[in-house]
């Protein structure tokens, strides 16, 4: 069993801050990716910010240079800083995690999303 714990969700004013957390728990032994997807009103979920361990961060265009991703290894944590946030992100904001399990099978697992709301 796997669990993925967000927090840190909510309303912000336009050009406000947040910071999201995802917290993974369970039989992980390796974790391959983490990151966060959203999906706003009407639209098609979409990648924010992944990290891939050992190696690249990717960012969506549309927040490179407001947000970043940054992880907790020894705790199995992400988190997601938000800046200068406009209301198009908008959104219910997905912690996701591709991992090796103790039998080295892989997996993707979602966290069950936290809201974003950027409004005035």
């Known amino acids: 069993q796997v669990q993925l714990v967000e927090s840190g969700g909510g309303l912000v004013q336009p050009g406000g801050s947040l910071r999201l957390s995802c917290a993974a728990s369970g039989s992980i032994f390796r974790i391959n990716t983490i990151g966060w997807y959203r999906q706003g009103p009407g639209k098609e979920r979409e990648l924010v910010a992944t990290s891939i361990t050992g190696a690249r961060t990717n960012y969506a265009d549309s927040v490179k240079g407001r947000f970043t991703i940054s992880r907790d290894n020894a705790k199995n944590m992400v988190y997601l800083q938000m800046d200068s946030l406009k209301p198009e992100d908008t959104a219910v904001y997905y912690c996701?995690?591709?991992?090796?399990?103790?039998?080295?099978?892989?997996?993707?697992?979602w966290g069950q999303g936290t809201q974003v709301t950027v409004s005035s």
């Open positions: 996701y995690l591709r991992y090796a399990d103790y039998s080295y099978g892989n997996y993707d697992y």
